[in-house]
Nanobody, 117 residues
Framework: QVQLVESGGGLVQPGGSLRLSCTVS????????TGWFRQAPGKEREAVAQ????????NYRDSVKGRFTISRDDAKNTMFLQMNSLKPDDTAVYFC??????????WGQGTQVTVSS
């Protein structure tokens, strides 16, 4: 059974930082692409950042480039999303996922990030 558990969300003021973690059990993340997605109220889920399976390539949505950094620790089977210079538009539920082929079959339950003064 594959389980992804996010942590690190919360309430932060604009300009602040948060670090999200996603601990995976049941699959070695080194064999998968790893990614972070988010969904704001009333909006569709959108991709935020991904690392390919080898760890050699990363992709970010334009609105977070230069502010967010995705990383992973294969030894701890954990992925991270460092979020700096947070804006109110970053408010959403953030999900981690494992990617395989053209899809993302495994998902965490989500963690709320709220950016507000």
């Amino acid at each position: 059974q594959v389980q992804l558990v996010e942590s690190g969300g919360g309430l932060v003021q604009p300009g602040g930082s948060l670090r999200l973690s996603c601990t995976v059990s049941g699959r070695p993340i080194s064999r998968y692409a790893t990614g972070w997605f988010r969904q704001a109220p009333g909006k569709e889920r959108e991709a935020v950042a991904q690392i390919n399976w080898s760890g050699g390539s990363t992709n970010y949505r334009d609105s977070v480039k230069g502010r967010f950094t995705i990383s992973r620790d294969d030894a701890k089977n954990t992925m991270f999303l460092q979020m700096n210079s947070l804006k109110p538009d970053d408010t959403a539920v953030y999900f981690c996922a494992l990617g395989e082929g053209s899809g993302w079959p495994y998902w965490g339950q989500g963690t709320q990030v709220t950016v507000s003064s």
